[in-house]
């Protein structure tokens, strides 16, 4: 795969008035970004065939530094803003950029509704186990016994596993690796876009500010150690027992298949209703 | 495709579906019919006693019309998937009830910031919280008004009847695509499960406002931007090449975001009000009856001014001078022409289905100049017509001896 230098992705497809972004050094957030840009460069994806739709949170502020259409809202809510855009314009390719605490915890129920409904739609979740911009307070994925502000003597709540949430309903593709899997990570977006319905991949992402310096992993290259450590690629997981697999992160596709989206099956309805009204086409 | 409602090919639909004539239906038909009529093609709701049937008949409706409809998982994403199709140029509504209405708040605040167009519906119910929930109450006058946090203007229009539910729906759209801004239906449950005669009109008897859209890319650069000196910016729709970036943060005229320059802020949030002050009198709407010689002012809005117009007409049968003021639009209220009226009555009685919401409204323009007093009822039955007429006869007979000392 020939890739461009980071100076062309950056020139061609970010506004350049809003430089530098908010996010603080060591920040995976950026990388994420790039590789999302280069997925949609080497897809030859039309710029203004794709809107970008994000919630609250660091991840969030992604279309605000992108030249695309973009829609910033609320938090939690990107992807009921994102059901309207994409029944209403189909033709438009939807991204949303979420964080794990707007995309798992208060727009929980958006996200498996959006899945069980197989919604025309690629999240980019970037998980850093924690609420980066409000200071690093406990997310529901932070492994159970680390701190955040919110747990100072260790999380007590079982974490949520987004991607295996994603599987169970119903999503059309899930991948989940972390920023340091880079080739892997861009492969997976750009399968995901190429996709009819739901699908997601999901970054291990470090936020050494919030995240690590309250669990001794104080730089980004502590935290890409740890990933490695904490992670199992998904075959490796298959030989392993549950008690084997207990506090690791699961790394690798998790599926991709061709449900009917959502798109495809209001398609069919119309014809439905119109059957229905005796006026066959 | 994007559908505004007058394409020859959607009045050949609409003719084909609901010719012309009388029909017999709910307020909540008749506010699904006039926003069909209105050309809303895109409806995201969630179900709740007493606005469902808007949304059946929605679900029902709109597949025929080439439009869309989706059930979401609650209200919060009802009003989120409205605003979201509202961006790619598609007129889109959504309705609910008091518990609705409140998970709704948050985005309808970004709705107004973000000046999309989009109408929505409460089907007022008796609360607070549950309350009587297939009861028609009044008490979200002021939720409207000031639900969602900090400063932001609002339009809020409330119908009287079946029939005027189905010509306000199609006010409240044009208003919304006119001015940019979302505009609430303040209707009840009691005139949203009443079902009497409306006449369905042909559809080109109905005006159909689309907003207005940049003409030029430079235009566009603006979404934010008071381009036309008229403080209504024109709005480039998602996926015309504008790239355009809509956020709920505070934003420059270009749309980026700049939360760091008080004047930013400033600039847009007075803009916001004085959009909608400037055009208040296109906004503004009200009725008067029997106003002329009136010495007392009975002021009543909703399903409230139907019985209160029987007390008026009943009072003026046994010699009683009592006018009626009914405003159509709430917010921006009409204080101004009350304070007018008010110059020339000895009293000025507000009857709704609340404790006191409208009356405060009334007493912040008359001021101490007036007395105002409430016919206030709650409990899930309307007023009735004796009700007040109790009231405008016993202030009546204050007044003769108050006039007699």
């Not at chain 1, 994603?166 to 991948?175: D, F, K, L, M």
């Not at chain 2, 859209?213 to 209504?232: C, M, N, Q, R």
């Not at chain 2, 009592?322 to 009857?351: A, C, D, M, W, Y």
Request: negative net charge; proline residues 6%; contains cysteine.
């Amino acid at each position: 795969m020939y890739l461009k230098s980071s100076y062309e992705i950056r020139d061609k497809y970010l506004r350049k008035d809003m430089l530098p972004t908010i996010f603080c050094p060591g920040c995976g957030i950026g990388a994420v970004l790039q590789y999302t840009l280069r997925a949609i460069d080497d897809l030859e994806l039309n710029q203004d065939e794709v809107v970008w739709v994000s919630g609250i949170g660091c991840s969030s502020r992604v279309p605000g530094y992108v030249n695309f259409d973009g829609l910033h809202t609320t938090h939690g809510r990107a992807l009921a803003f994102a059901t309207g855009i994409k029944m209403a314009n189909p033709d438009l390719k939807v991204i949303a950029f979420m964080g794990d605490g707007d995309a798992a915890a208060i727009g929980g129920n958006h996200l498996i509704h959006a899945i069980r409904r197989n919604l025309d739609i690629t999240v980019i979740l970037i998980n850093n186990f924690t609420y980066g911009m409000t200071g690093g307070q406990v997310a529901p994925t932070t492994p159970k016994g680390l701190r955040g502000t919110t747990a100072p003597y260790g999380s007590f709540e079982n974490p949520f596993d987004i991607a295996e949430l994603a599987v169970a309903a119903g999503a059309n593709y899930v991948a989940r690796w972390s920023v340091f899997n880079y080739l892997q990570g861009i492969n997976s977006i750009k399968k995901a876009l190429q996709k009819e319905g739901f699908t997601l991949v999901e970054f291990l992402s470090p936020c050494p500010i919030s995240f690590g310096r309250r669990n001794k992993l104080k730089t980004a290259p502590e935290l890409i150690k740890w990933y490695q450590k904490l992670s199992v690629p998904i075959s490796k997981a298959k030989e392993m027992s549950p008690e084997e697999l207990e506090g690791k992160v699961i790394i690798g596709e998790f599926t991709d298949r061709d449900r009917p989206s959502l798109v495809k099956e209001y398609e069919a309805y119309k014809k439905r209703a119109k059957k229905a009204m005796g006026w066959e086409e | 495709m994007i559908i505004r409602g007058d394409e020859p090919e959607q009045i050949e639909l609409l003719k084909k579906m609901y010719p012309k004539g009388n029909y017999f239906m709910q307020g909540d038909e008749a506010i699904a019919y006039g926003a069909l009529f209105a050309g809303c093609r895109f409806y995201a709701g969630y179900p709740i006693t007493p606005a469902s049937e808007i949304a059946e008949t929605m679900a029902r409706e709109l597949p025929k019309l080439k439009g869309y409809y989706i059930q979401m998982e609650d209200e919060i994403g009802s009003i989120a998937a409205v605003v979201g199709a509202s961006w790619t140029g598609f007129k889109s509504m959504t309705a609910t009830s008091g518990p609705g209405f409140s998970l709704m708040q948050e985005n309808l605040g970004y709705a107004i910031f973000t000046e999309t167009p989009l109408v929505l519906v409460d089907i007022q119910r008796s609360g607070p919280s549950t309350g009587q929930a297939t009861k028609g109450a009044q008490g979200d006058f002021f939720q409207a008004r000031w639900g969602t946090h900090g400063d932001h203007p609002i339009i809020a229009i409330s119908p009287t009847s079946v029939e005027d539910s189905f010509w306000e729906t199609i006010r409240a759209f044009s208003l919304s695509e006119k001015f940019r801004i979302p505009v609430l239906v303040l209707a009840d449950g009691i005139i949203g499960h009443t079902r009497e005669q409306i006449k369905i009109p042909d559809p080109e008897e109905v005006e159909i406002v689309y907003r207005k859209l940049p003409t030029s890319d430079e235009e566009a650069k603006y979404p934010f931007g008071d381009v036309h000196g008229d403080l209504i910016p024109p709005m480039p729709l998602f996926g015309h090449d504008y790239f355009t970036h809509v956020t709920g943060s505070t934003h420059k005229e270009n749309g980026l975001r700049d939360v760091y320059t008080p004047e930013v802020h400033d600039r847009l949030v007075r803009r916001l009000h004085k959009k909608i002050e400037l055009h208040k009198t296109e906004i503004q709407k009200w009725e008067e009856y029997y106003i002329e010689d009136a010495e007392i002012l009975l002021v009543s809005w909703g399903v409230s001014a139907r019985p209160s117009l029987g007390a008026v007409m009943e009072g003026r049968k046994k010699g009683i001078k009592v006018g009626l003021f009914i405003p159509k639009t709430v917010h921006p209220f009409p204080g101004e022409r009350i304070k007018e009226l008010s110059k020339n009555v000895q009293l000025i009685i507000v009857s709704e289905m609340n404790l006191g919401q409208v009356i405060l409204e009334v007493q912040r323009f008359v001021r101490d100049e007036v007395p105002v007093i409430g016919v206030n009822k709650i409990g899930g039955v309307p007023l009735t017509v004796e009700e007040i007429l109790k009231e405008i006869e016993s202030s009546a007979e204050r007044s003769r001896h108050r006039s007699a000392d």
